[in-house]
């Protein structure tokens, strides 16, 4: 790494005082100078939403990192509007990558939209600032709460990996944001493994009206996974049947890759 020291922008969609957050921060120390701006509550499932009320209020916070206590700003509001408050009105010069995470519970599939964690990436990558979403796997009940428990070792040593990577070399053209989901089960010798995003839905609803809903939880929502209708080359794959760890580029551009000219012709 050449020239001024790159500024680091942290947040997440489970709260400033996540055990996650931490992990990330600790993972992050020493590869530039780190600003930590995230959600003052609970924020999973938002995705790249804005709180109604668009509020704009910011406290001061401290969390530990490693023994030591270091500085956090909590925002009232949604993962997105805690990086749009970090972009244009905390950091003093502009970010050069933006981490999430590191999330309870991962983020696969075609739902991932609705995940705060990488709302927080999308957001930054709305301003052309490249991204970093880390998930690791975790029981559902703990998505909404919490807990310090959950081991953050291999989590911690890929958010590095990649982080360190994208502040070298920067992403290709096309993309915007890796996507990475750790394994529960993963260790310092499980591989990754480039992936796509599967269309497959990871989560599905559990409605409290139906008698019997599949893995019926406090949550709303269970795993459900079609195994003979994967594609092999995809993240829900890599993840639940080779449990390794995926990574998927991701973008901002939602358009398809169909020739527009034909597509034009058919409406036409």
Known sequence: MTGATPLILLSNDDGVYSPGLAAAAEALAGLGELLIVAPKSQQTST????????????SEEWIEVAGCKVRVYAVDGTPAQAVMLALYKIASRRPSLVVAGINY?????????IS??????LEGASSFIPGLAVSVETAIEHHYHTVDTVDFTIARHWTRHFARSILACG???GVDILK?????SATHQTPWRMTRLSRQRYYLPAFPSEAEPPRQNSIGYYINVDRENLEPDSDIYAFVVDRVVSVTPLTTDLTTHT?????????A
């Open 259 to 267: 020739d527009l000219g034909d597509l034009a012709r058919c409406l």
């Open 171 to 173: 992403l290709p053209p």
């Open 105 to 113: 519970g991962e983020n696969l599939g075609s739902g991932v939209t």
């Open 180 to 184: 990475i989901d750790v394994p529960a």
């Open 116 to 121: 705060g964690t990488v709302g927080v990436c």
């Open 47 to 58: 995705g790249r939403s804005y709180d109604r009320r668009n509020t704009t209020a910011v």
